[in-house]
């Protein structure tokens, strides 16, 4: 970074305990260089050729991993999961569940699981951006290729960044997916890889 952005960025990240889209977006745009359209505008040939096929795809300078999940949004979790899982042992307590029919049980037992499954998942997921590209653990991986990209928009809930972060949401040929950032480092490269997008328009 420029010493100016990167002096600009950290008094965001002090004034501010969540991660907002916006001063992200401008942090990274103020950092980028300023003859970068010039040059491209300039190259007719061999040079112009190169530019559009190193915009085709983004690489990051070095692979960024992070949890999918802020702090707040999984205390937040365990608060919603604890409560559910009190709920639920005071059905147990109050209603005699062996008396009913199996679809009842059964449909008891998986919301269980799916309650368990889910909380594990959200401490646990994290989300890698690299050279191939970008991959959110999950109870199945959610992954997209830097070859199949082919737009991709940093979005937020303005005043709600400290507990729910910007996210990256990518179209590719046939679908969008949405990517969570839960660490400052993860939503900075969603930033500078919306930025490249938006570049490429």
Avoid: C
Wanted: glycine share 6%.
């Amino acid at each position: 970074m420029t010493a100016h952005a990167a002096a600009g960025f950290r008094l965001q990240l002090r004034n501010n305990d969540g991660l907002s889209a916006a001063p992200l977006m401008q942090s990274v745009a103020a950092d980028r260089p300023r003859n970068t359209q010039s040059r491209y505008t300039q190259s007719r040939s061999g040079l112009a050729m190169e530019t559009l096929n190193d915009m085709q795809f983004y690489k990051p300078q070095k692979p960024v991993t992070g949890p999918a999940y802020s702090p707040w949004f999984k205390l937040l979790a365990t608060v919603i999961s604890s409560a559910l899982a009190a709920y639920g042992v005071s059905i147990v307590e109050r209603f005699p569940l062996m008396q009913y029919g199996f679809m009842i049980k059964l449909v008891l037992l998986v919301s269980a699981v799916m309650l368990v499954i889910s909380y594990y998942w959200f401490l646990r997921s994290t989300v890698t951006v690299d050279d191939k590209g970008i991959t959110q653990t999950w109870m199945y991986n959610r992954q997209v290729e830097w070859n199949d990209v082919r737009s991709a928009k940093l979005i937020g809930i303005p005043m709600a960044g400290w507990l729910f972060p910007p996210r990256l949401v990518v179209r590719t040929g046939t679908a969008f997916m949405t990517f969570n950032g839960g660490s400052r480092a993860v939503v900075t490269e969603f930033a500078k890889i919306s930025l490249a997008f938006q570049m490429k328009k």
